[in-house]
């Protein structure tokens, strides 16, 4: 079992930005690609970014541009940027550790935090 915790949610409105972390553990650091999804009320769980065990990262077509995805090794957190927000953008966000990084498929990522709900009001 994987530590994974979401914290960075909130309310904000259209245009804002938020800043998400996710802190994870050395072993997941150094074994997982992390990764964060979301999903809305009624839908579907989604991919939003992913960064693998060397650094490399992918984001959704819908997040690219606003969305990035990074890393501190140092404290082994994960960190989701989030920047003009829009009402569509609402979901719990939750961090995963696993996956394939090829493959934004959730059935692929072994480790699940809970997740940190993000509000946009417009």
């Known amino acids: 079992e994987q530590p994974l915790e979401a914290s960075g949610g909130g309310l904000v409105q259209a245009g804002d930005s938020l800043r998400l972390s996710c802190a994870a553990s050395e072993q997941a650091f150094s074994r997982y690609n992390l990764a964060w999804f979301r999903q809305a009320p009624g839908k579907e769980r989604k991919f939003v970014a992913a960064i693998s065990r060397n650094g490399s990262t992918r984001h959704a077509e819908s997040v690219k541009g606003r969305f990035t995805i990074s890393r501190v090794i140092a404290n082994y957190t994960v960190y989701l940027q989030m920047n003009s927000l829009t009402p569509e953008d609402t979901a719990v966000y939750y961090c995963?550790?696993?996956?394939?990084?090829?493959?934004?498929?959730?059935?692929?990522?072994?480790?699940w935090g809970r997740g940190t709900q993000v509000t946009v009001s417009s």
């Open positions: 995963a550790a696993g996956g394939n990084f090829a493959v934004p498929d959730p059935r692929t990522y072994n480790f």
